[in-house]
């Protein structure tokens, strides 16, 4: 088993839905979750930064995380076709842990 | 603007040919990794390094060799490439306070390609 798992998709939504990206986890020492994303021919590029459970909110972007479910999730509101790109989810304790990404593709 | 730069974009190259990445950030960030991005796999960590010579291997170090005589670079060396090298390989650099990091920084990427 993976310690960090993520649905590959691929997703494609219309524009203005939300869209829920998801990430599960086998390690109960991750304390420090992340979301980034990477458009094609890019790196990654830190989009959410998430200490322990709670959610954060950052514009159309909201970040939860259920410790007690080892479940995080990347919500994105009113999807706007520049945000379809690869998301990945992170999660750290000491090391770095990268999902393998989701593909997003949002149509207009 | 604050960047991680890496050189080249693109590599082709045959086995056993010695090539080097080059990697450099002008973040003054202490922690600095490589990463391989393979289909289906995500990021893998190859080696990082917390200071100036101090590296420590990640989860695929097997095949490459790192060095940080400077904190701005951090180059990776493949001595003797192999087909299974081929991958897309990203720098990146983060803060550090003590022993915690926290957000990465990546590069653009290399796209390697071993023959």
């Known amino acids: 088993q993976k310690e960090v798992e993520q649905d590959p998709g691929p997703l494609s939504v219309p524009e203005g839905a939300i869209v829920s990206l998801n990430c599960t986890y086998s390690n109960s020492a991750f304390q420090y979750f992340m979301w980034y994303r990477q458009y094609s021919r890019k790196g990654p590029e830190l989009l959410m930064y998430?200490?322990?459970?709670g959610n954060k909110e950052d514009g159309r972007f909201t970040a939860q995380v259920d410790k007690s479910s080892k479940y995080i999730s990347l919500f994105i509101r009113d999807s706007q076709p520049s945000d379809s790109a690869t998301y990945l989810c992170a999660m750290k304790a000491t090391d770095m842990r990268f999902g393998a990404g989701t593909r997003l593709t949002v149509k207009p | 603007e604050a960047q991680v730069t890496q050189n080249p974009r693109y590599l082709i190259t045959v086995t056993g040919k010695k090539l080097t990445v080059t990697c450099s950030q002008n973040m003054n960030h202490e922690y600095m990794s490589w990463y391989r991005q393979d289909p289906g796999l995500g990021l893998r960590q190859i080696y990082y390094?917390?200071?100036?010579?101090?590296?420590d291997k990640g989860d695929v170090p097997e095949g490459y060799k790192v060095s940080r005589k400077e904190k701005r670079n951090f180059p990776l060396i493949l001595e003797s490439p192999s087909p299974n090298q081929t991958s897309l390989y990203f720098c990146?650099?983060?803060?550090?306070?003590?022993?915690?990091?926290?957000?990465?920084?990546f590069g653009s990427g290399t796209r390697l390609t071993v023959v």
């Open positions: 998430t200490y322990s459970s």
């Open positions: 390094s917390m200071n100036v010579e101090v590296t």
């Open positions: 990146a650099s983060s803060l550090a306070l003590g022993l915690t990091t926290y957000g990465y920084t």
